[in-house]
Each structure stands twice: as C-alpha cells, then as structure tokens.
C-alpha cells in the first residue's frame, strides 16, 4: 500500500472557526510532511516530523498547529485563519535515514477556503 | 539545495518522446536531481532520482550530463495522462526527513 489519505477533501471555514486537517499513511514511514500549495504556484514546506517529532518549521504563523500523535497520523489544526491562508495543503511521508534518498508520498491533499 | 532552471512550459505529440531538460549548474557532489510530477488538482507523483548516473524506470528516463550540471527527463511514449506539471529537484540525502523545495516547474502539455 503505497498510498497517504488525506481528509477532507474540501473544506470551506470562517476565520473565527477551529478545524482540523487529516493525513494518514500504513507504509511504515517515520517522515512526515504538510506542504501548501496556492494557486498556479508550486508547494511549500510548512513543517516536518521525523519519527513523531518535530524536526522542521519553516516559520509558519501560529495558527497553523501541526500535531503528530502516532508514526502513521498527522494532523493540521487550523484557529483563527485569514482569506490569504486558502490554498491546497498536502500531506507526505518518507521513510527516514542516513545517507539515502527517499522519495516522498504525497496524498491528495485538502482544498481549504477561508471565508 | 541547488537551485534548479526549467522552461516554464512544453508540447508534445501524443505517442511522441517528451524530453524535460533542467539546468542545476551550481549542484554539489553529494546532492541527488529528483523529478516529479503534478496532474491537475492532485498531489505531486514522484518519478524518479538519480546522483550521477542514467536511470530508468518504468515512468521514465532520466539523464544527467557528465558535470552533472544538467539533466533531461525522458517520457518514452508520451500520452494524454502524462500532461501535468513536472518538478525538477535537487537535494542532499540528509540524515534526518529533508525538504523538496520545489522550483516553477516545466509545464506538458501531450496533445493528439
């Protein structure tokens, strides 16, 4: 099983609104990403965990709360987002190693509207 | 990571070899060139990496000249399923979960 769900697929909230974001892979990986990705531009790392702990923040605003609470699951909590933070966010995983390079999953990701 | 120059977009014949080429001139020795793919509205699709020399797969070729400076993403028989977005990487092997910094990317249009 080679694939990374992500739920849901759509999701449509107002800025005073608190929701979660839902990614989950079976392949073992201990590398876990979100990535977000605006219209017409290429995706961006958000954050990275390595075997469930945080290991990169790419300076995201607070409001974005990534959460790892097992090696398959991550979540994306979301409080008090602007309009500007609309876009698709992606979520992927990686095995995890020294001197390897790994390909990464990347699941369908979540289509999110701020209103 | 080394930074990656793609033409911004391509055409190809249906049933035709696409050929995606990609300019890391300032890449190091110990950093791998990956490519991957976006279809419309779906999440990027890795196809394939290599250090230095050809690789292939069942998704395609890839070639990178002898300085490693360039490289080429070979589509051998390039169908309708094949237009997308298509990523050229470039990235250390790190110890620990690395980031792809993905560039403008090269877009493919397959037509009949």
């Known amino acids: 099983d080679t694939e990374v769900t992500q739920t849901p697929k759509h999701l449509v909230m107002g800025m005073t609104n608190k929701k979660s974001l839902k990614c989950e892979q079976h392949m073992g990986h201990r590398a876990m990403y979100w990535y977000k990705q605006k219209a017409k531009k290429p995706p961006e790392l958000m954050f990275v965990y390595s075997y469930e702990k945080l290991s990169i923040n790419e300076s995201v605003p607070s409001r974005f709360s990534p959460e790892c609470p097992n090696s398959s699951l991550l979540n994306l909590h979301l409080h008090a987002l602007q309009p500007e933070d609309s876009a698709l966010y992606l979520c992927?995983?990686?095995?995890?190693?020294?001197?390897?390079?790994?390909?990464?999953?990347f699941g369908p990701g979540t289509r999110l509207t701020v209103t | 990571d080394a930074k990656t120059t793609q033409p911004p977009s391509m055409d190809c014949a249906e049933g035709r070899a696409a050929n995606l080429p990609c300019n890391h001139s300032?890449?190091?020795?110990?950093?791998?060139v990956y490519w991957y793919r976006q279809i419309h509205s779906q999440g990027p699709q890795y196809i394939i990496h290599g250090l230095k020399n050809n690789e292939t797969n069942e998704m395609a070729s890839l070639i990178i000249t002898e300085d490693r400076k360039s490289s080429t993403l070979i589509l051998p028989h390039a169908t309708l399923r094949d237009t997308a977005v298509y990523y050229c990487?470039?990235?250390?092997?790190?110890?620990?979960?690395?980031?792809?910094?993905f560039g403008t990317g090269t877009r493919l249009q397959v037509t009949l």
């Open positions: 992927a995983s990686s095995q995890d190693g020294t001197g390897v390079p790994y390909e990464q999953y």
């Open positions: 300032t890449i190091s020795g110990n950093e791998y």
């Open positions: 990487i470039v990235r250390v092997a790190a110890g620990t979960a690395s980031k792809l910094t």
